[in-house]
């Protein structure tokens, strides 16, 4: 079984992180988002992997390489965004000949029970319902319960089912056809070219979908959601830190998940705090925030942050001489 991955967005919500670092290598819970979505896979029985890359994709090629040897994988080149239907359509080469098809965009994490999709007699896409529908891809129904209809971001939306980004597809020469009559036809939903309306052309064509519901969906595209999916993986069993070593005069506040050769002297660390590799932390609290490797952190208190790696923060500093009946608020 094959799952094409596309990861060559440039993440501009989490800017400026994503202006150095990719967003499916920005660590959650102590692992990078696409470390999640192979494992996941790899459960599921995928065997084969296309990865589409664009934005510092070099890096994310390096990491996966490294990380994953074994793993049979191509990366593709997505030179040019024109949407997740374009994206698709790039690694068509190493997916016409399909026969079922995972489809996994590089900043969704779900949990759910991937065996109901391989074992689903359609083609189908994972959901969640959501408050505001309007900024998603929905799903609508029929009075049957059968979908009848797929829209990218629609303005008045009619369902509140919201796509999450994980497809399995079974007839995917159809899919490719779809995308390419998109494309041809210059038919784009907010300039872009959109795998929702790719799909929207499939069912019109009477191909027949199913809509999975998904347990838990974790937004990774903006700094609050992002910390939010990081506190609630932290909260669950078997993604924090245990067994960790002493540190200097310092104390820890679980969950957190902190990396190798840490030097953590005189502070606070957590709770909800996933700290990478080599990071130094000296006289400093740290909640609910995600530090990256290599970060050196001096005598700050920071909360609901994300810091990169390789980043040196210092606090703020003050010597006074003060005299008698003075009021000085430095905050």
Request: glycine share 8%; hydrophobic share 40%.
């Amino acid at each position: 079984m094959k799952a094409i991955i596309p990861v060559a967005g440039a993440g501009t919500q989490l800017r400026p992180l994503t202006y150095t670092q990719p967003k499916p290598l920005i660590p959650v819970a102590g692992k990078p988002i696409i470390s999640y979505i192979i494992e996941n896979l790899k459960k599921a029985g995928v065997d084969e992997y296309i990865f589409v890359i664009g934005y510092l994709g070099e890096k994310i090629k390096d990491y996966i390489e490294r990380k994953y040897p074994d793993l049979k994988k191509v990366f593709v080149s997505q030179d040019q965004r024109f949407g997740t239907g374009h994206a698709i359509l790039t690694a068509k080469d190493f997916i016409k000949k399909t026969e079922d098809l995972f489809i996994y965009f590089g900043d969704t994490l779900v949990d759910m029970d991937f065996g109901k999709m391989i074992e689903s007699p359609n083609s189908c896409f994972a959901i969640k319902k959501v408050d505001s529908p309007g900024g998603f891809g929905i799903v609508e129904f029929d009075r049957q319960g059968k979908v009848s209809r797929v829209v990218e971001k629609p303005k008045i939306p009619k369902s509140n089912m919201a796509l999450v980004g994980l497809y399995l597809i079974k007839e995917v020469a159809q899919l490719l056809d779809a995308l390419a009559y998109m494309v041809e036809h210059d038919k784009r939903t907010e300039g872009e070219f959109s795998l929702t309306d790719g799909l929207m052309r499939m069912i019109k064509l009477g191909i027949p979908f199913s809509a999975i519901e998904v347990e838990n969906w974790y937004d990774c595209g903006k700094k609050e959601t992002l910390l939010e999916t990081n506190a609630i993986l932290l909260d669950k069993e078997g993604y924090a830190s245990c067994d960790l070593p002493d540190y200097d005069n310092s104390i820890v506040i679980h969950p957190v998940s902190i990396g190798q050769n840490c030097k953590i002297v005189n502070s606070i660390v957590g709770p909800h705090a996933t700290i990478g590799s080599h990071v130094k932390i000296n006289s400093s609290i740290v909640q609910n925030s995600i530090i990256g490797n290599y970060a050196s952190l001096n005598e700050v208190a920071l909360k609901n942050s994300v810091i990169g790696n390789d980043t040196s923060i210092i606090g703020f500093r003050q010597s006074l001489n003060i005299g008698d009946n003075t009021e000085i608020d430095l905050s």
